[in-house]
């Protein structure tokens, strides 16, 4: 690398770079060819995390335009758009998105699009297709594929490594199937089979360093926690909706408001009746703080249409009084939310 700030060694100027926000990288690029090889180094993201500069950003992707990412900057609270999604497969969606190893992953799913003229959708219900984008390089790269091609299925990070279980295959049948993927080696290997699969999308969330995974209707809970083989099943009782992990508790948004559950015990945290009327929107945790993004609005008793939203809502989950806020809305995405999860840069 040559010199990049006069009078500056090289190592001191990149603890400099390193403390640069992130939203700021492409700017920098355009200074010389030398701080454009910098930016674009893993030894530049390395300093960050040895410094304590590293950000948490949030990646979204939801229905319009078609397999756009976002990231969002909580503490700048401004949005970011990246490079285009290089998937053929159109309007992609029911897909897991998690992030590990610095970077963002999309894993399966399958096309959303409908057929204008016979009203079907794309055949291409599920694939086993496994995508990362990776911030260093500002670019997209497919991995090794699933074993086994699936849609609506749960998908987590446990251990730095991505757990997907259960779903539906191409033919829209439900499957027991589990696997684990390994982005060092960039290889897949099969876990044991659920207990018992159901004719509904499932859901996964990681509780003290345990997978569960919830399938919609039911009550029981099957849980992996990478200690014992196999799966056990377990009845918490949970509510059906909306669920976010943060600080290692659960919250779900049900009948209007957001509870929490800490074990056995469930209280209610807040209203969230605001959110009744909004279809398809993405909850996710940062820090302490919950995020209720995009989403459609409508229909109601007075006006029929579906409004496509860009909005983003936080809760603030610490101290006595949980309060909601306003974000800024996304600037190029809206609607139903695809895909959404933390990206530690």
């Not at 939203?23 to 920098?28: A, D, E, N, S």
């Not at 509510?239 to 559950?261: A, E, N």
């Amino acid at each position: 690398m040559s010199e990049l700030i006069d009078g500056l060694p090289d190592a001191v100027a990149l603890r400099c770079l390193a403390r640069v926000p992130f939203h700021l990288y492409q700017t920098l690029e355009l200074v010389s060819h030398s701080w454009k090889a910098a930016i674009r180094s893993a030894e530049l993201f390395r300093v960050r995390r040895e410094i304590g500069s590293s950000e948490n950003l949030l990646c979204v992707c939801a229905f319009e335009p078609e397999n756009l990412w976002q990231l969002y900057d909580p503490l700048r609270d401004l949005w970011i758009t990246l490079p285009v999604f290089p998937s053929k497969i159109r309007h992609l969606a029911h897909f897991g998105a998690v992030s590990t190893a610095g970077k963002l992953f999309v894993v399966g799913g399958g096309s959303d699009a409908v057929d204008p003229l016979t009203g079907d959708q794309d055949r291409n219900f599920a694939t086993n297709e496994v995508w990362s984008y990776d911030p260093v390089i500002h670019k997209w790269s497919q991995r090794a594929p699933m074993l086994v091609a699936r849609a609506m299925f749960a998908c987590c990070v446990l251990g730095g490594k991505i757990v997907v279980a259960g779903g539906f295959t191409s033919c829209r049948k439900s499957i027991s199937q589990a696997e684990v993927y390994d982005p060092d080696k960039d290889v897949w290997i099969p876990l044991p089979d659920l207990h018992h699969t159901h004719n509904s999308a499932c859901t996964g969330a990681v509780i003290g360093g345990k997978l569960h995974v919830l399938h919609k209707g039911l009550s029981t809970v099957q849980i992996f926690d990478n200690v014992r083989p196999g799966w056990r099943v377990e009845d918490y009782g949970w509510l059906q909706g909306p669920m976010v992990v943060v600080q290692d508790s659960l919250y779900v948004m049900s009948h209007g408001l957001i509870f929490k559950h800490d074990k056995e015990v469930r209280k209610v945290v807040i209203s969230a009746s605001e959110f009744r009327q909004r279809i398809g929107f993405a909850m996710i945790g940062l820090r302490d703080e919950i995020y209720v993004i995009g989403g459609d609005i409508g229909p109601d008793r007075l006006n029929w249409d579906i409004k496509p939203t860009s909005d983003v809502d936080i809760l603030t989950t610490a101290g006595e009084r949980p309060t909601w806020r306003h974000a800024a809305p996304m600037t190029r995405c809206r609607g139903a939310i695809r895909g959404c999860a933390e990206l530690r840069i």
